[in-house]
């Protein structure tokens, strides 16, 4: 060792040069070393600083030259090792610039171990001229070995192995003479435990995975190699090594990480992806190329393995959208989950609908993405129809009425831009009920498909059909040039919807009713449209049926006068506002009452008796004459049964009792509460109860025939076929209505109607009753004509039931 007394010699070389230092120049050499410091030129060298910019030692002091391996006199430094030359060459440079001592520390690696130098350069001027500079190294007493430092660095694990010869010389083991921590934890032993170990008597299994063999490979050719080897761990389960090994001279040097977690992450992915239910790949986020795909893509795509490899992300996707996915997909952050729906082209040219759930992934050691499909193609085309279905007839397939009041706002926005008014057609078949009614519902929903047609082939393709329920459709006629053409529309399509239908073989016809309204005049929003254009259709099907009719403003007065009816006629029916008048009739034959019609008034608080022509369609309408007529039939079986028991009662019946198949069990509860005979009670129908022949109507009857209750028509002659109407049933009693009595004097035409029934009535064995005689002349035509029975203001009028028993009491 050189430096036992080398701080003193650096202490004694610092206060001569700054002794000798002076203002106009740098000391000279002999000031600080000659004479003075005998044994600091042990660690010193002097070098001359040459014109060309390089140094070259003049000489060294053995210490000095120890340090920088080998002698120094006339050497460059740059010829030096590395270690010396760079730190000597910044310290000579740095003291030449700043003139003073300059400090550095060196670190020299020799044989494995790196020792710490103290450098100090002082600047010198000469005598002979051209810049000196003393140079002075002192090793420090640390010494470290690179080895233990490198070794202790890392927690993996670092060896070196000397190869053991078998028998016949051949290398086939490995001895331990050097490991770290790292590689002593890894197996979970002490250093010392398997140091100078054979490593196959350390780890028997080695020999099984191969590595002794890359081991002696490495050691054989002198080249790298890197594997790695399984390992059943101490604690179970087995345990994953990478293992690189390169040769130096005899031995073999190795570093060992445990990657077992890494294979297992990977072992998990893998699996996933490869047994995933659903199509996955994996591609590059730069070249967008496949990296790998699993087997269900494979299948579900129906490209090969290999050819879905040699593809890139755009080439699964259709021509026209590649250019949106580039863009996408250039973003700089690609969003992990944007759920977007895509389009994917299959092998066999077909598109699917899919939803594209990527993110970020280490794939091989390399960034990739992942990418996971779900086929969505089924689902939205199960979503479209739903949708379809939520907005069309399931019948017809026609705009239901969402769609339609859609439409309608939509047309309505255009309307207000554009200035241009658009029409609102309320469309009503007429008698549609009926065909319902008589040939089932079968054949009425065919023809309401055949309606369908007709109306989509008589409009513009800028106009809109919609169902909007039942036998009720609607049009949106748009971009009108004036009002009138929605009345020429109107016209066409009456005539259109008129001509007879073919269904399975049956001839059918049926009409239609319109009502039209206006935007935006007739109104400002799609439901106030829509209403006025229904009000224009009742006033169209008030008026006849087979027609149309504009909204007009007092259109909606009468629907809400209507209205208030309405709420005031369910409310009389509770608080017993309703009352009966009893009208005799008249035995021709004896001039004595044979029975009262029972009649129905309704005593408003305000407006008095009201007759029942004000009130009875409407209570028909709302089905309310179902209760009112329930009401009726029980008072005037209770009344009747007050009176002499050779009295009969007549009662009207409306169309709308027979629906619902319950009037016959109203009729025998009358019968039975009231305790009258049933061949007392007289039911009067109208002919509209037989319309079209309706057997379930004539089913009821027979059942109120098999009670023993009688049955007239009533009004009759005033239908369209009176008289077929007696094939279908066979009435009791036949009511000659009022308007042929009341000309019987002065019209011969009458006068012969009625001749003709009573005739009729003879000899089908049916009584007849005349209504509405005003006169003693009417009185005797129809007693000459025959007639059984008579009715009328000249005979008594409607009376409170009071009334008519005192004239029962007076007659008897
Ligand atoms: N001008 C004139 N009229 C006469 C004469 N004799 C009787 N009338 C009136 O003619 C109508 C005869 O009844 P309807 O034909 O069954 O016609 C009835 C009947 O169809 C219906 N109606 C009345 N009460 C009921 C009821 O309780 N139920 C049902 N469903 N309908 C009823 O209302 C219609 C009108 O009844 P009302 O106003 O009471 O009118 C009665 C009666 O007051 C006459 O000599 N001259």
């Known amino acids: 060792m050189h430096g036992e007394n080398a701080g003193l010699d650096l202490h004694v070389l610092y206060r001569n040069w700054r002794t000798a230092e002076r203002p106009t120049h740098l000391p000279l ?25 390089t140094f070259v030692f003049a000489h060294a002091g053995p210490a000095f030259e120890e340090w920088i391996g080998g002698e120094a006199a006339g050497r460059n430094i740059e010829a030096l090792p590395p270690d010396c030359a760079h730190v000597l060459l910044d310290g000579l440079e740095e003291a030449l610039r700043q003139k003073q001592p300059v400090h550095l520390v060196a670190y020299p690696e020799r044989s494995g171990y790196v020792r710490a130098y103290d450098l100090v350069i002082f600047p010198l001027s000469s005598r002979w001229g051209g810049p000196l500079l003393l140079a002075y190294a002192r090793p420090r007493m640390e010494k470290y070995s690179l080895v233990d430092a490198i070794f202790a660095s890392t927690t993996g694990g670092l060896m070196a192995l000397a190869p053991v010869r078998g028998r016949e010389g051949v290398v086939d083991d490995f001895r331990l003479v050097a490991l770290n921590q790292g590689a002593a934890d890894l197996v979970s032993q002490s250093i010392d435990a398997l140091r100078w170990q054979r490593l196959t008597d350390l780890f028997p299994h080695l020999r099984g995975t191969g590595a002794v063999d890359q081991l002696v490979q490495a050691w054989r050719t002198k080249a790298a190699v890197e594997f790695e080897f399984s390992y059943p761990s101490a604690l179970g389960g087995v345990r994953y090594f990478s293992m690189r090994a390169s040769a130096m001279e005899d031995l073999v040097s ?21 047994d995933s239910p659903l199509p996955m790949f994996v591609y590059c986020p730069e070249t967008m190329q496949m990296r790998d795909v699993n087997a269900v893509a494979v299948e579900h795509y129906g490209y090969s393995r290999e ?29 992990s989950d944007t759920g977007d729906i895509w389009k994917h082209l299959k092998a066999d040219g077909s598109i699917i609908e899919v939803r594209v759930y990527s993110r970020q992934v280490d794939y091989q050691g390399q960034a990739a993405r992942l990418a996971v499909v779900v086929d969505v193609t089924e689902q939205r085309k199960t979503e479209a129809r739903i949708s379809f279905m939520a ?29 241009q008014p658009a029409a609102i057609l309320c469309i009503d078949l007429d008698y549609f009920k009926d065909v319902n009614d008589t040939l089932g519902h079968p054949v009425g929903d065919k023809l309401l498909q055949q309606v369908s047609g007709r109306l989509r082939g008589a409009l513009r393709e800028n106009d809109l059909v919609a169902r909007l329920g039942g036998d009720e459709f609607a049009v949106i006629q748009r971009d009108l040039a004036e009002p009138g053409e929605a009345g020429m529309l109107s016209d066409r399509l009456i005539a259109v919807l008129s001509q007879p239908y073919d269904v399975d073989g049956q001839m059918v016809v049926i009409g239609a009713s319109i009502g039209i309204a206006m935007a935006p005049t007739d109104g400002e929003s799609a439901d106030a449209l829509l209403k006025n254009a229904d009000m224009a259709l009742y006033r169209a099907k008030d008026e006849g049926r087979g027609t149309f009719r504009y909204f007009q403003p007092e259109m909606d007065a009468r629907v809400k006068a209507r209205r208030a009816l309405e709420v005031e006629l369910r409310g009389a029916l509770v608080v017993g506002e309703f009352t009966l008048r009893y009208q005799p009739f008249v035995s021709v034959e004896t001039g004595k009452i044979t029975g009262f019609e029972a009649l129905l008034r309704w005593n408003h608080p305000e407006r008095g008796m009201v007759p029942p022509i004000e009130f009875i369609p409407l209570a028909e309408d709302i089905g309310l004459i179902v209760p009112i007529g329930e009401w009726v039939l029980r008072q005037a079986c209770r009344d009747a049964a007050e009176w002499p028991e050779d009295m009969r009662v007549a009662v009207n019946i409306s169309a709308v009792q027979f629906k619902g198949q319950k009037l016959a069990n109203l009729v025998a509860s009358a019968l039975t509460m009231s305790g009258i005979e049933p061949g007392r009670l007289e039911l009067e129908i109208t002919e509209s109860v037989l319309l ?27 239908g369209y076929s009176s008289l077929s109407y007696l094939r279908s049933f066979p009435f009791d009693k036949i009511k000659i209505d009022q308007s042929f009595v009341r000309e019987i004097v002065d019209n011969s035409g009458d006068a012969a109607i009625v001749s003709a029934v009573v005739g009729m009535g003879v000899s089908l064995g049916i009584s007849t009753t005349a209504e509405g005689v005003e006169t003693a002349e009417q009185l005797e035509r129809l007693r000459a004509e025959g007639c059984t029975e008579v009715q009328g203001y000249y005979l008594g009028r409607p009376m409170p039931a009071g009334e008519a028993q005192k004239l029962m009491a007076r007659q008897s």
Do not use: C, K, W
């Open 29 to 53: 050499y002999d000031e600080v070393v000659l004479g003075r410091t005998g044994r600091a030129g042990n660690h010193t060298a002097l070098v001359r600083a040459l014109s060309d910019g």
């Open 254 to 274: 190795a570093s060992l990480i445990d990657v077992t977690e890494i294979r297992n992450r990977e072992e998990s992915f893998r699996l996933l992806f490869q």
């Open 307 to 335: 050819q879905f490899l040699s593809m890139s992300l755009l080439d699964i996707r259709p021509q026209e959208e590649r250019e949106r996915v580039r863009q996408i997909l250039a973003q700089p952050t690609i969003p």
């Open 391 to 419: 907005h069309h007839d399931a019948l017809t397939a026609l705009p239901n009425r969402v769609l339609f009041l859609d439409e309608l706002r939509r047309t309505l926005r255009h309307v207000e831009r554009h200035e």
């Open 692 to 718: 079209h022949d309706s057997e379930a109507n004539v089913a009821v009857l027979h059942q109120l025939r098999a009670l023993g209750v009688r049955i007239s028509m009533d009004d009759f002659g005033t």
